[in-house]
T-cell receptor
Framework: GAVVSQHPSRVICKSGTSVKIECRSL??????MFWYRQFPKQSLMLMAT?????????EQGVEKDKFLINHASLTLSTLTVTSAHPEDSSFYIC??????????????FGPGTRLLVL | DAKTTQPNSMESNEEEPVHLPCNHS???????IHWYRQLPSQGPEYVIH?????VNNRMASLAIAEDRKSSTLILHRATLRDAAVYYC??????????????WGAGTKLIIKP
């Protein structure tokens, strides 16, 4: 149980285009979802936290107008990278929590999406 | 934010126990200790977590020091599939009462056949 999927697994796009990444919890309802970014040989960096039906909370330094997050249902959150540029190339990972994101809860991670912007 | 310190890398022989240390001297009373592992180009995988008492599950054991300033992840019998980067993470209070996992650099575990 507790499976999280991401789609697509990898995407290559031209500079200036927008890319949408989907994150789905397959066998549980995810009240809270998290979006991370990971550059090569680095650790995960939290970008934003989203609760179903409300606006996402972005970490300091993350542009909310560039990284649009929608958490419209309890099983789906999307991250749209708008006007992507080569520096946005990274490994994007989502995670989901089955409850309201309390400290002792486990986060279940998706397999990640590799974005390459040319 | 409470942070963790782990060795950059460790080596172990296959089928032997592995003890992965983690220091978290600034841990608060309500922070949980989480361990995740990550294979290259994959999302992290949950391993174990605890608050004060030692914890066991099918994957590993977590030994937490009495003062909670350090912990050790124990893989009882390492296999080649256990080779990964292991992250020791504290859960901290985030905005709007959501908690956050604060990720450090992790320990790269190398298993020798």
């Amino acid at each position: 149980g507790a499976v999280v999927s991401q789609h697509p697994s990898r995407v290559i796009c031209k500079s200036g285009t927008s890319v949408k990444i989907e994150c789905r919890s397959l066998d549980f309802q995810a009240t809270t979802m998290f979006w991370y970014r990971q550059f090569p040989k680095q650790s995960l960096m939290l970008m934003a936290t989203s609760n179903e039906g409300s606006k996402a909370t972005y970490e300091q330094g993350v542009e909310k107008d560039k990284f649009l997050i929608n958490h419209a249902s309890l099983t789906l959150s999307t991250l749209t990278v708008t006007s992507a540029h080569p520096e946005d190339s990274s490994f994007y990972i989502c995670s989901a929590s089955p409850t309201s994101g309390r400290k002792g809860e486990t986060q279940y991670f998706g397999p990640g999406t590799r974005l390459l912007v040319l | 934010d409470a942070k963790t310190t782990q060795p950059n890398s460790m080596e172990s022989n296959e089928e032997e126990p592995v003890h992965l240390p983690c220091n978290h001297s600034t841990i608060s009373g309500t922070d949980y200790i989480h361990w995740y592992r990550q294979l290259p180009s994959q999302g992290p995988e949950y391993v174990i977590h605890g608050l004060t008492s030692n914890v066991n599950n099918r994957m590993a054991s977590l030994a937490i020091a009495e003062d909670r300033k350090s912990s050790t992840l124990i893989l009882h019998r390492a296999t080649l599939r256990d080779a990964a980067v292991y992250y020791c993470i504290l859960s901290s209070d985030g905005v709007d009462s959501n908690y956050q996992l604060i990720w450090g650099a992790g320990t790269k575990l190398i298993i020798k056949p």
